[in-house]
């Protein structure tokens, strides 16, 4: 696999964030904000800041000059900004669309290693090699899987969202794959 295998998996992550920017230009602060689910303790904020923190938790990892950079997704700052703010998330989201793009020069297996509390303690975690483009292969699932969720809170709301927002890329190619071999068979 070459260095240039990470593109199609920045581009499912910039693709991915492409739609999440236009939920954030659709919904209003009050929505953005507002608790839901039985116990109120959903929103949409809520799913966007975790969503974009991940992203952003990984380009800090990065950014480093470490040769074996360690990071953990548990661990990361939580800025109220983000789930209150659908204006300053879509801006977050648009940085973090470049600096995905900007990873495009690094190697797809770029040594990483996660730490991954098993307790709740800082001393009492696992270091977990990984690779940038597993990493980038995770956070499309993850964003993915959070974004449906958040096409369920939208409908609650009345938010219109685009056809296939909460998708996953390989349910689209599959899809695909479907339409075409049906095409084929009539």
């Not at 993850?142 to 609650?156: D, P, R, V």
């Amino acid at each position: 696999m070459s260095t240039s295998s990470l593109s199609p998996l920045i581009d499912e992550n910039v693709q991915t964030l492409a739609q999440l920017a236009q939920l954030l230009g659709r919904v209003s602060a009050h929505d953005y904000q507002r608790p839901l689910g039985a116990k109120g303790t959903q929103s949409l904020g809520k799913h966007v800041r975790h969503i974009l923190e991940h992203y952003q938790t990984l380009l800090d990892a990065c950014a480093t000059s470490s040769p074996q950079t360690i990071f953990d997704y548990e661990n990361r700052l939580r800025e109220a900004a983000l789930e209150t703010q659908p204006g300053y998330a879509g801006d977050r989201t648009e940085a973090l669309q470049a600096g995905l793009t900007a990873l495009a020069t690094m190697p797809h297996d770029a040594a990483l290693t996660l730490n991954y509390p098993v307790k709740g303690d800082a001393d009492d975690s696992v270091a977990l090699p990984t690779s940038l483009g597993r990493e980038l292969a995770f956070l499309t699932s993850h964003s993915i899987h959070h974004m449906a969720l958040l096409g369920l809170l939208c409908e609650q709301l009345g938010i219109a969202l685009p056809e296939h927002f909460g998708v996953h890329p390989s349910t689209l190619r599959y899809w695909a794959r479907s339409s075409s071999q049906k095409e084929l068979s009539a």
